[in-house]
C-alpha cells in the first residue's frame, strides 16, 4: 500500500503541472489570436500612422516619404526579454530628395527600396514608432534580429 502512495502523488502533482501549463498556453494563445485580428482589423489606420512617423522622422536623411506601397507579408514576433508582441509587415517605399539636400541630384533617389515597417503591441494596442528596417523583407528581417526576438508560427 505504501509504494501506491510513491506512484500516486508524483502523478499527481504531474497531472497538476501539466493542467496548469495547458491553461496558460491556451489563454496565450487566445491573447495571440485576438492581438493579431485587432492588427489586421486596425491594418489601414496602423500603416497611416507608420507612414506620417516615419515621414517625419528625417531619416533618411535628404530624403523625403513619397509613397508606401504594402505587401501581405506579415511576421509575428515576441521579444525575449519583454515578451512583448510585434509584428514586422513588409512595404515598398518610394522617396524625393529634399530641395537643396545632400541627395539632390542622385539618381537613385527615384529607385523603389524593399523594407519591413515595425509595429508593436504595448497597452493592449498596435502601435509604430516609425521604425523601418531598410533592404530586408520581414522573413529576412526575423533572422536578422533572431538574438533578441522568437517567430511566432
Known amino acids: ?3 501506491l502512495w510513491y506512484w500516486l502523488v508524483p502523478m499527481a502533482v504531474i497531472l497538476g ?3 496548469f501549463f495547458w491553461r496558460v498556453g491556451r489563454r496565450y494563445a487566445g491573447d495571440l489570436d485576438a492581438a493579431r485580428a485587432r492588427f489586421l482589423e486596425q491594418r489601414p ?3 497611416e500612422a507608420f507612414f506620417l512617423a516615419a515621414s517625419t522622422s528625417g531619416k533618411p ?3 523625403r516619404w513619397k509613397e508606401c506601397q504594402w505587401d501581405n507579408q506579415i511576421e509575428w514576433l ?3 526579454q519583454t515578451r512583448q508582441l510585434w509584428a514586422l ?3 515598398t517605399i518610394s522617396f524625393e530628395a529634399i530641395e537643396g539636400g545632400d541627395m539632390e541630384g542622385v539618381a537613385a533617389v527615384g529607385d523603389l527600396r524593399n523594407a519591413t515597417a ?3 503591441f504595448q497597452d493592449s494596442r498596435w502601435q509604430t514608432a516609425g521604425r523601418t528596417v531598410f533592404n530586408l523583407d520581414p522573413g529576412a528581417a526575423v533572422a536578422h534580429f533572431s538574438a ?3 517567430r511566432i508560427v
Open 78 to 80: 515576441r521579444d525575449k
Open 1 to 3: 500500500m505504501e509504494s
Open 89 to 91: 509587415a513588409g512595404v
Open 61 to 63: 536623411r535628404g530624403l
Open 148 to 150: 533578441g526576438f522568437e
Open 17 to 19: 503541472l501539466a493542467y
Open 45 to 47: 489606420i496602423l500603416q
Open 118 to 120: 515595425v509595429f508593436f
